[in-house]
T-cell receptor, first 112, second 115 residues
Framework: GDSVIQMQGQVTLSENDFLFINCTYS??????LFWYVQYSGEGPQLLLQ?????NKGSSRGFEATYDKGTTSFHLQKTSVQEIDSAVYYC???????????FGLGTRVSVFP | GPKVLQIPSHQIIDMGQMVTLNCDPV?????FYWYKQILGQQMEFLVN????????KSKLFKDQFSVERPDGSYFTLKIQPTALEDSAVYFC?????????????FGPGTRLTVL
């Protein structure tokens, strides 16, 4: 079936460190890929959408890339700040479906 | 930005009782969704609702579940009767259309505990 695998459950960083989160997906359909961020006490909110393979999306200093060959997509930020502490979810939406398929989420903690 | 509200934030009920979770979607949105997240597990899609009808549902959307949005009021998820495995955080989302480029806006969730 369709699935999204997000292996890193927790990442702990210091300010100005490099953040890299990786997800892989499996589907026979045509996916649109997303990164959502969830701050404490809130619902997930869209951070980035990546629709074209090997292209980058960027928002708020974050960059996302998508490799169709390896069915993987990545989120990175060169220099994280304490306000970036949150849970980051990768997600996939198929061309024939409405619902999003989420990864498990990566809890990112950034310390000053 | 646009906000989705969910009421209540927490609900504790006894197994077998009925519960209704309420969602106040973004005002001009037309598509509504429920997702379920059991502690430590992935958030999973339950159902999508448009124009008064269920458009798509997953296998998690059991016969005991129902959704409605009477007269443009709250979009609700009703569970009757509840079971222990229904304990989870339920997230509501809305989007302006159903197209793939349109963002789903999520509420903060309702934590349901079934005893």
């Amino acid at each position: 079936g369709d699935s999204v695998i997000q292996m890193q459950g927790q990442v702990t960083l210091s300010e100005n460190d490099f953040l890299f989160i990786n997800c892989t997906y499996s589907t026979t359909g045509y996916p649109t890929l997303f990164w959502y961020v969830q701050y404490s006490g809130e619902g997930p909110q869209l951070l980035l959408q990546v629709t074209t393979a090997n292209n980058k999306g960027s928002s708020r200093g974050f960059e996302a890339t998508y490799d169709k060959g390896t069915t993987s997509f990545h989120l990175q930020k060169t220099s994280v700040q304490e306000i970036d502490s949150a849970v980051y979810y990768c997600a996939m939406r198929l061309n024939y479906a409405q619902g999003l398929t989420f990864g498990l989420g990566t809890r990112v903690s950034v310390f000053p | 930005g646009p906000k989705v509200l969910q009421i209540p934030s927490h609900q504790i009920i006894d197994m077998g009782q009925m519960v209704t979770l309420n969602c106040d979607p973004v005002s001009n949105h037309l598509y509504f969704y429920w997702y379920k997240q059991i502690l430590g597990q992935q958030m999973e899609f339950l159902v999508n609702f448009y124009n008064g009808k269920v458009m798509e549902k997953s296998k998690l959307f059991k016969d005991q579940f129902s959704v409605e949005r009477p007269d443009g009021s709250y979009f609700t998820l009703k569970i009757q009767p509840t079971a222990l495995e229904d304990s989870a955080v339920y997230f509501c989302a809305s989007s302006p259309t159903g197209g793939h480029s349109y963002e789903q806006y999520f509420g903060p969730g309702t934590r349901l505990t079934v005893l």
